[in-house]
């Protein structure tokens, strides 16, 4: 609870330094920590597949989506 109160407190601070300040840099920042709390909540699924077929096709996807999101930034 204590880090989802960091959202406010980062969302008031961008939000009052935009106009002093360039915070372009927090767009790549922001989606870091989104790529890891969807890593954490996945880690466990995938340390707990039994079969290596399971834990490859949960790798495929990863690699995949991370392909999705750079031919996404290339693209504009």
Known sequence: MISALTFL???????????????AFLVPFAAGNFV????????PEISTARELTDRLIHM???????????AVAAAT
């Not at 939000?15 to 915070?23: K, P, S, T």
């Not at 890891?36 to 880690?43: H, M, Q, R, T, V």
């Not at 495929?60 to 750079?70: D, H, I, N, T």
């Open 9 to 23: 407190a980062g969302s008031l601070a961008a939000y009052g330094l935009a106009e002093r300040v360039e915070i």
């Open 36 to 43: 890891y709390i969807a890593l954490a909540d996945l880690l």
């Open 60 to 70: 495929a996807r990863f690699v995949l989506g991370l392909g999705l999101l750079l």
